[in-house]
């Protein structure tokens, strides 16, 4: 047969003995990584620290490896590095595997927005700043903190800072019905020159803190007064749109002296909770959640059908049961994407 008679009929296919394997899906366990609390996060380098047992803290710069692709990794996280681990500067370690997180504080855009933004892991307790004046409480904003923070099962602790420009009292008798810790500072103190620094200390003594606020409120006034090495810039508010500047621009895990970490981030201007169920709020009320057994279906709790007015009207809530449900309203309004901010 001639090269002019062959067609696609004469094909012959015949495995290639020189042909590369299929791709193993096996990974390596890397069971010898070491283990350490990620601080910071700076367009793809990872500040991490290594705390042995009984040893000397190591700070060890270090990079996502290949097979962790997209995961995100966060300030909080506890993740196990590979590689160049001495903490040279100069030295560049891997990071190939994030340990379970205990917690995760999250936000979206605004409440339609279908992308988390994880801000950190593993904390405990949300530190919600907010200056009395200059410039003025969004109570709004405090609300939604509220939300997230009991979606997350981390303990929401209220700073009010600024309290020698303004009487605190008027503002906390709003949020004395959702028995939220409060402490109250000023810049002009007794003790080391900032008054209710102290009792903040407590509070914050062996709990991994988050700080959220938006810009101008004093957060970073704060954390220099809580970690005075931390050296955070602090800005001014802008007089004409009555505004702070964003002066931290990536979140930060810094020890406290006397025990514990508390986690700096940037100013917010607003805080989607398009990821928290509505459902979930009400858990976080265990004195009207068995009011609930009398709702209709699908009832969101904030409507005149809902079964929680006549539970709260017999007094089976308690002498405090009617403040508790506009407070549980309010938080319900502030996840409604109808309401806005």
Not at 104 to 131: F, G, K, Y
Request: some cysteine.
């Amino acid at each position: 047969m001639s090269r002019r008679d062959l067609d696609e009929d004469d094909v012959r296919v015949r495995p290639n003995r020189r042909g590369s394997r299929p791709r193993s899906k096996d990974r390596p366990r890397h069971e010898s990584a070491v283990v350490a609390l990620v601080t910071a996060v700076d367009r793809g380098r990872y500040t991490t620290l290594i705390e042995p047992d009984g040893g000397e803290s190591t700070l060890v710069m270090a990079m996502k490896a290949r097979e962790l692709a997209r995961k995100g990794v966060v300030v909080g996280d506890h993740v196990a590095l590979v590689g160049d681990t001495s903490g040279d500067p100069n030295a560049l370690a891997r990071i190939v595997r994030i340990e379970p997180r205990r917690s995760v504080l999250r936000r979206t855009a605004d409440d339609t927005d279908p992308v988390e933004r994880v801000i950190v892991a593993n904390a405990d307790q949300l530190v919600i700043v907010t200056a009395l004046v200059d410039p003025e409480p969004r109570p709004r904003l405090i609300d939604r903190c509220l939300v997230a923070a009991y979606d997350a099962g981390m303990d929401p602790l209220l700073v009010l800072t600024k309290s020698d420009l303004t009487d605190p009292a008027d503002f906390l008798s709003q949020y004395a019905p959702l028995d939220v810790p409060c402490v109250v500072t000023s810049s002009h103190g007794a003790d080391g020159d900032f008054a209710g620094l102290q009792e903040l200390r407590a509070r914050l003594a062996d709990r991994i803190s988050v700080l959220v606020g938006h810009s101008g409120v004093g957060k970073s006034t704060l954390v220099n007064a809580l970690v005075p090495e931390a050296d955070r810039a602090t800005g001014r508010v802008n007089a004409v749109t009555g505004r702070g500047r964003h002066t931290s621009t990536s979140a930060v895990a810094l020890a406290l002296p006397g025990g514990g970490w508390v986690v700096d981030t940037p100013g917010i201007r607003s805080f989607g909770l398009a990821h928290v169920d509505p459902d979930r709020i009400i858990h976080n009320f265990p004195d009207l959640e068995p009011g609930t057994q009398d709702c209709p279906r699908g009832c969101t709790h904030d409507e005149p059908e809902c079964g929680l007015d006549a539970f709260v009207s017999s007094g089976e809530a308690g002498p405090a049961g009617p403040s508790r449900l506009e407070s549980l309203r309010r938080l319900l309004r502030a996840r409604n994407p109808q309401q806005g901010d």
